[in-house]
């Protein structure tokens, strides 16, 4: 039996993560993309070994691991003099648990690697410069309209294209992202710019009043990677690529440590970027008869626990999975989204409330916070340990299978 034809909204990491697995499974794609040209803007990624499996399944492990930095350990840090308030080792530490390393990569770089991987699999499958506008869907099938006029038509429509999903909002109605008071600072700096000693070979997330900073080694170690997440009510600009005077940057972290105070002092000062933060509360029902969510577009997250990538991929394997299943195509889509549903959401609400653990107001209520935290033990039990490609998608799969 012919497997279905799908149509793919988003060429993000979690829309080519996908068009690959499906491929790979034999089914029919065509990856659609609005920019006019392939290519990840952004700031560093952290690829924890559930994305790592992910990535091995792709066919893509190889490359990422080449082009990525290995942290030793992931370090928090108190503002005002670097004082370690929590170590979780990285390193040889999680190949010996989990299987895989714990990686940093420019997020142009992960992209790139996929992209590639997509290309030497189905060189025709994506369409660039092809803007969404809605879709129909009927027993038979669905279409997708992009602006100009061109139609595309196939089976099922996976809606890959961001918290501004155009796909989302006939899936799910108008449900508008919230702003969350916080500003993303990123900056990216020669690493040969700065003394040795600040040239982490870790993850280091720097926490303080109002604000914190996450700090790591790219490109194995040439890059120092720096995101400053600031709380500020007064501005709500979304874009990427939006550049803000190097002067507010500076001024934002006021009065931290020396290590920080040298990597904003070598920073280039014409590409300091500063984007609003926006999250949805986890809502049910992500697909209809023909369409379907993924990544985030079904569950945009804070950046707190560096899993909003790892989500969409771990999306894309499972989704893929639940596609191959011998039952009707809402039967499957169920399964995807029952699969994905709790942990995707248990991380959304982590991850917002690291940002209250992240910004307490003094040295004395962070010491003592970090104290009384086990997230190493946690986080290895639930989150890292994860195998998106041999996770129980039901009970009738079980059976199945058996």
């Not at 170590?87 to 992209?115: C, E, K, M, Q, V």
């Not at 500003?183 to 040795?196: F, G, I, N, S, Y």
């Not at 194995?220 to 600031?230: C, P, Y």
Request: proline content about 4%; aromatic content about 8%.
């Amino acid at each position: 039996m012919q497997k279905e034809k799908v149509i793919v909204v988003g060429a993000g990491l979690g829309g080519i993560a996908l068009a690959i697995a499906l491929l790979q499974k034999g089914f029919q794609v065509e990856i659609y993309e609005q920019a006019p040209a392939l290519g990840e803007i952004g700031a560093g990624i952290q690829v924890s070994p559930n994305a790592c499996r992910v990535l091995t399944s792709l066919g893509a492990f190889d490359e990422v691991k080449a082009l990525s930095a290995s942290p030793t350990e992931y370090r928090f840090r108190l503002f005002e003099n670097g004082e370690t308030l929590q170590t979780i080792p990285l390193g040889d530490n999680f190949l010996g648990r989990h299987g895989f390393p714990y990686l940093t990569i420019h997020r142009a770089d992960l992209h790139r690697a996929l992209t590639n991987r997509l290309m030497s699999i189905a060189p025709d499958a994506m369409r660039l410069n092809a803007k969404a506008i809605r879709f129909e869907e009927t027993h038979d099938g669905v279409s997708v309209e992009f602006e100009g006029g061109h139609t595309a038509k196939g089976d099922l429509l996976v809606g890959a294209d961001g918290i501004k999903s155009i796909v989302r909002k006939q899936v799910l109605g108008s449900t508008s992202a919230t702003y969350t008071g916080d500003q993303a600072w990123r900056v990216m700096v020669d690493a040969k710019l700065l003394p040795e000693a600040y040239r982490p070979k870790t993850v280091d997330i720097w926490v303080g009043p109002g604000r914190h900073a996450v700090i790591y080694p790219l490109r194995g170690g040439e890059i120092i990677n720096f995101v400053g997440l600031v709380e500020d009510e007064t501005w709500e600009d979304e874009s990427w690529a939006a550049k803000r005077p190097w002067d507010d940057l500076k001024n934002d972290f006021h009065g931290w440590s020396d290590e920080i105070q040298a990597i904003l002092e070598v920073a280039n000062r014409d590409e300091c970027y500063r984007w609003a933060l926006n999250i949805r509360q986890p809502m049910k029902g992500w697909k209809t008869q023909r369409a379907v969510l993924l990544g985030d577009s079904a569950h945009a997250t804070l950046p707190y626990m560096a899993q909003g990538a790892a989500m969409a991929l771990e999306d894309a394997v499972v989704l893929a999975r639940a596609l191959e299943l011998p039952r009707p195509l809402a039967e499957r889509l169920d399964v995807y989204e029952a699969a994905r549903f709790d942990r995707t959401s248990k991380v959304v609400l982590e991850s917002t409330a690291n940002r209250t653990l992240f910004h307490l107001p003094s040295a004395e209520q962070l010491r003592e916070a970090f104290r009384a935290r086990n997230v190493g033990a946690e986080r290895n039990a639930w989150l890292y340990s994860y195998d998106a490609t041999t996770t129980p998608l039901d009970a009738a799969q079980t059976e199945l299978a058996g």
